[in-house]
């Protein structure tokens, strides 16, 4: 009795449908339930997430407010991959069924493209690593660079140069290898004309090798020419954190504004570091969220004799402060809906 093959050819592929789907359906996820949540009124039905998106890029897309619900996907453990659709469905968010899979009859390859991140760290990595600001106080009393062994003006990797005001115990490993800053500029509050901290220019790294006064010391690394004066401040060995989840300040933000923009630009975009004048003493909190406005124009009423009045202040985006110091912070501007400017004021998330 002969076989039909054209049987076996609708049966193969009835297989090959029914594995598709029930492979597909596995991979249908609830991210996010919307119930009361404020859904953006041009949000889309879906959206497929881009190379360089991060989870605030994508739950922006679809609600207000996207920093609230950040952590509930990390709770949730929703990973997202470049190319993964998610949907907007019955007032919740999906991971799409159709998230790119390579099926054969016995084959099932899942996508293997790294998860996006949280939030850009790529943006904010060296300031988590490397020290970006030295306060007024810790200025004076920082240990500083005071000559070399052989008369160079400047120094270089290798060079053995004398430091003061370093006191270290060579018996603390944590206390053996020193940044070398230079002073940049000066982070004013803008009111009082108040010296709130300094910018920290890295220069490279020192490894001391002798206590005393001097102490000698020797250079690691230079990434830029070392002179004498330029400061030494201890090392903080501290793993690149992972866990920065947007909350709301616990206290009401006052007289909070943008003090600088690191890269000095005029103008400041999405994923620029600010630098801000609250911190610690203000009750800023590391993964703090708060809302840029811009300072409303002032128009002349001719209808009233010609009055001047300051028309109300705009929302321009918003920003996420990373790094907390006792009187400024640093923050990544996570959204901008118009140009910011330094000076520009800051307060509580909405």
Request: aromatic fraction near 8%.
């Amino acid at each position: 009795m002969g076989i039909d093959m054209s049987f076996l050819s609708k049966a193969l592929m009835a297989l090959i449908i029914f594995t598709s789907t029930s492979l597909s359906s596995v991979l249908a996820e609830t991210l996010l339930p919307l119930g009361k949540i404020e859904l953006r009124q041009d949000a889309p039905s879906r959206y497929t997430v881009l190379d360089g998106d991060n989870l605030l890029d994508v739950l922006d897309v679809f609600i207000r407010n996207s920093w609230q619900y950040l952590e509930i996907l990390e709770q949730k453990k929703i990973v997202l991959r470049p190319g993964d659709v998610v949907l907007q469905r019955g007032r919740q968010l999906m991971l799409g069924a159709n998230r790119t899979v390579r099926l054969s009859p016995d084959i099932y390859i899942p996508r293997n493209k790294p998860h996006i991140d949280i939030i850009p760290f790529d943006q904010i990595r060296q300031f988590l690593i490397r020290p970006m600001i030295i306060e007024a106080d810790q200025l004076v009393d920082s240990a500083y660079v005071l000559s070399n062994s052989n008369g160079k003006v400047l120094l270089g990797t290798g060079d053995t140069f004398y430091g003061r005001g370093i006191e270290a115990d060579l018996e603390d490993e944590n206390q053996l290898e020193y940044v070398i800053i230079q002073p940049g500029q000066i982070y004013r509050d803008s009111a009082t004309g108040t010296a709130l901290a300094y910018e920290a220019i890295y220069l490279g790294e020192a490894i001391l090798k002798r206590m005393g006064d001097p102490a000698t010391l020797v250079v690691k690394t230079a990434s830029q020419e070392i002179r004498e004066g330029d400061r030494l401040l201890i090392t903080e060995k501290q793993a690149l954190p992972r866990d920065l989840y947007p909350t709301a300040p616990s206290d009401e933000i006052e007289g909070g504004e943008i003090v600088a923009v690191v890269n000095g630009v005029s103008q400041i975009g999405q994923y620029q570091v600010v630098v801000i004048n609250k911190g610690e003493q203000d009750y800023i909190e590391r993964g703090n969220m708060l809302s840029i406005f811009r300072g409303g124009e002032m128009v002349r009423d001719r209808f009233a004799g010609n009055e001047m009045v300051k028309l109300p202040n705009t929302r321009a985006g918003s920003l996420l402060v990373f790094k907390v110091f006792e009187k400024v912070s640093f923050a990544l501007v996570t959204k901008a809906s118009q140009t910011i400017y330094v000076h520009d004021q800051v307060g509580m998330p909405y």
